[in-house]
């Protein structure tokens, strides 16, 4: 897989997490938050959907252009972002988490791997 392609994908999918916290956080968290969840619990999915929405931008901006340090920080910063959401869903799997969240570690483990392994190729010369 290319850098565009890994970028373009992992912009929808941010993009999609974003908008679903942002306008539908009661489905979106089906299972995990409760149905009588108060307002400030909704508010509080929302305000995490908004950053999810930069970096969807951020990754879909970046996605056709050359090597940069800049392009450098936008996959380093993906590979992190991905990591540490990987290893919270896997440590929510082992804590009780939703049965859901197995496919969201498998998810987040690929992304990160893509990023290393695709991304770090795609490094500029520095």
Request: charged letters at 15%; aromatic letters at 10%; proline letters at 3%.
């Amino acid at each position: 897989m290319k850098l565009r392609n890994l970028l373009t994908v992992a912009s929808v999918y941010m993009a999609l997490v974003g908008l679903g916290l942002v306008f539908f956080p009661q489905a979106f968290g089906r299972g995990a938050i409760p149905e009588n969840a108060s307002a400030a619990l909704i508010s509080y999915l929302r305000l995490w959907g908004s950053p999810l929405l930069g970096i969807a931008v951020l990754d879909w901006m970046a996605r056709k252009e050359g090597a940069s340090k800049a392009r450098d920080a936008i996959i380093t910063g993906n590979m992190v972002g991905f990591a540490v959401i990987a290893s919270l869903d896997a440590w929510g799997l082992l804590n009780g988490a939703r049965p859901i969240t197995a496919v969201f570690v498998v998810v987040h483990l690929v992304f990160t791997l893509a990023f290393i392994l695709i991304g770090k190729k795609n490094f500029s010369k520095r």
